[in-house]
């Protein structure tokens, strides 16, 4: 089933109004329950069954709240640090980095990278921290939805702006072993300051503003080579040339 099936199927029986999981409990059997279980991640379609009416429906909004976001956020130029082979790797990855610098954007699209641009794909959620609907659940609770069904990446963007946030990360991280978690920040001393215990556990990046070559490619809409700094003073005759 494809994300784009899945989520019409989703939004078929949180739009039927039901209060607990026994409507879900009826569409995950014989015939459709093989379907929901392999999306799910689980061998039969009890593990859908299990969520419930009002469940649904918060988790239905944020996949749909992440999708508004990965097609705003989705832009055709990748920065070098995307490119390197290592980056991302790690199951909770966290992006340090002035606003502006580009890190949503980085991170939207290691997303969808993941999936082939498949928008609808329910194995990734894109969550921005600082958002209104975050008044209501936890980012534990997210992940716990999203976990339930079998979810596979979640970025939470823009973390140090929510209150508690490491505590409820490395709850993440220690509850849900087969998410992968990316987080970001921009403000460096809350970040530093809330990792403390998440040291063992996360790889911190650095993100910094466009390189001099990054600029040029994205101005100019041409290749150029990478270049050290020492190269460039001692050969730029040969590199100009």
């Known amino acids: 089933m494809s994300g784009k099936d ?6 078929s029986v949180s739009r039927s109004g039901s209060k607990s999981g026994a409507k879900f409990a009826s569409v995950s059997g ?6 929901f279980a392999s999306v ?12 419930s009416g009002s469940f649904s429906t918060t988790i239905e909004e944020w996949f749909l ?3 508004r976001y990965l097609e705003v956020n989705n832009k055709p130029y990748k920065r070098d640090i995307v490119n390197q082979n290592d980056f991302l790797k790690h199951r909770l990855s966290i992006l340090i980095g ?12 290691y997303l969808l990278d993941y999936v082939k641009n498949d928008i609808f794909s329910p194995k990734i959620l894109y969550v ?14 997210i992940a716990d939805m999203f976990s339930k069904l079998g979810g596979e990446i979640i970025a939470l963007d823009e973390i140090h702006k929510y209150s508690n946030w490491s ?26 300051k809330g990792t403390h215990d998440l040291s063992r556990r996360s790889v911190t990046y650095s993100i910094q503003g466009l390189s001099f070559r990054e600029f040029l490619t994205l101005r100019l809409e041409k290749t150029f080579s990478k270049y050290a700094l020492k190269d460039l003073v001692t050969r730029h005759q040969q590199i100009t040339s």
């Not at 921005?128 to 609770?141: A, Q, R």
């Open 6 to 11: 899945f989520r019409e199927q989703f939004k």
């Open 30 to 35: 014989s015939k459709s329950g093989a379907k």
């Open 40 to 51: 799910s991640g689980s061998k039969s379609g009890a593990k859908f069954a299990s969520v």
């Open 65 to 67: 709240l992440s999708q």
């Open 98 to 109: 002035q606003r502006g610098v580009g890190k949503t954007t980085i991170i939207v699209q």
């Open 128 to 141: 921005p921290s600082d958002h209104f609907l975050l008044g209501t659940v936890s980012l534990y609770e």
């Open 167 to 192: 505590e409820e990360l490395k709850s993440i991280y220690d509850t849900f072993s087969d998410l992968k978690i990316v987080a970001s920040g921009s403000s460096a001393l809350k970040i530093y």
